[in-house]
């Protein structure tokens, strides 16, 4: 008698050790993917807010003049930033003075180059004919003489980055598919071990929730544990990656890593549970002299 409990005993515990050892895993993996997917989809858009659409003014204007052309441009959501750069800061330019390795200045007596708004554009200018009704309004502001910007490669980053973001959500919900099936069959076998005191506690009058509330428990806490180990191997991955290759700058900072180390340890938690309750429902529901034949 003494034997068969410690064998009991000991299937239990290595079935929960188990069980924790795979959900870390799976949550590692998780994790991972979805650091992975978040820089992508941090690096697009600021790729998306990183296209400069020149808006050239007019001579002769006065600070107030170009203030209003700011404000203008400003009210539009295609605007995410704009910088005002003059006609002397250009020709001071160390790229303008290579290109054109010339005094224009003193060849023509004057300065040629206008005064303008470099305006960064917001995520917003993938809608393209969004884009060129802006463009036409900036153009029709009064003290705007041109308008420039890079039409067609604006056009092919966006139709670029939308795959790019469609193909990472494909891959991120048919992972997170694979992971709760892999969670759910391990929480399932887990459960499955036990399943001789669950007809035990069945047959000796135990109420479904009193049945059912230890296991919940030690989901929860197995997630728990869980989430914890593989916020900690992601976290020292992510450490040590960044250390050996520094130019990649992949390390959140804290409050980023704190804020991902506590939503992989949720996802732990909700995870076990959800998957815990429906197995020990149907083993709990289930007639005793089936229960072996599952």
């Given amino acids: 008698?003494?034997?068969?409990?410690?064998?009991?005993?000991?299937?239990?515990?290595f079935s929960y050790a188990t069980a924790t050892v795979s959900m870390t895993l799976v949550?590692?993996?998780?994790?991972?993917v979805g650091?992975?997917?978040a820089n992508i989809f941090s690096t697009t858009k600021r790729m998306r807010e990183s296209v400069t659409m020149i808006v050239e003014l007019k001579d002769n204007l006065s600070e107030a003049e170009r203030d209003s052309v700011a404000v203008r441009l400003a009210e539009s959501e295609m605007v995410a930033s704009l910088k005002f750069v003059s006609k002397e800061s250009k020709l001071e330019d160390e790229e303008f003075?290579?290109?054109?390795?010339?005094?224009?200045k003193g060849i023509l007596g004057e300065n040629p180059l206008p005064d303008s708004y470099d305006v960064t554009l917001s995520a917003l200018s993938s809608n393209k004919e969004g884009l060129e009704k802006f463009a036409e309004e900036a153009r029709k502001i009064e003290g705007v003489s041109y308008v420039t910007y890079p039409q067609s490669f604006i056009e092919d980053m966006?139709?670029?980055?939308d795959i790019m973001q469609f193909i990472m959500a494909v891959?991120?919900?048919?992972l997170l598919v694979v992971s709760f099936v892999l969670l759910n069959n391990t929480v399932r076998l887990s459960v499955y071990s036990q399943r001789e005191l669950i007809n035990t506690l069945k047959a000796v009058g135990a109420t479904k929730w009193f049945i059912m509330r230890p296991f919940v428990g030690r989901s929860a806490l197995q997630g728990l544990l869980a989430g914890i180990i593989a916020s900690l191997l992601l976290g020292g991955a992510l450490y040590a990656l960044d250390h050996f290759v520094p130019g990649l700058g992949i390390f959140p900072r804290w409050e980023?890593?704190?804020i991902f180390a506590g939503a992989i340890v949720?996802?732990?938690v909700v995870v076990a549970v959800i998957c815990t309750l429906p197995v020990v429902n149907r083993f709990v529901n289930m007639r005793g002299n089936k229960i072996y034949l599952y």
């Fill in 1 to 13: 008698m003494a034997t068969a409990k410690r064998d009991i005993s000991r299937r239990v515990r």
């Fill in 35 to 37: 650091f992975i997917m």
């Fill in 266 to 268: 949720v996802v732990g």
């Fill in 256 to 258: 980023e890593a704190g």
């Fill in 97 to 104: 003075k290579r290109v054109f390795a010339v005094d224009i």
């Fill in 158 to 161: 966006h139709s670029t980055l």
């Fill in 27 to 32: 949550l590692f993996l998780l994790g991972a």
């Fill in 171 to 174: 891959f991120g919900g048919a």
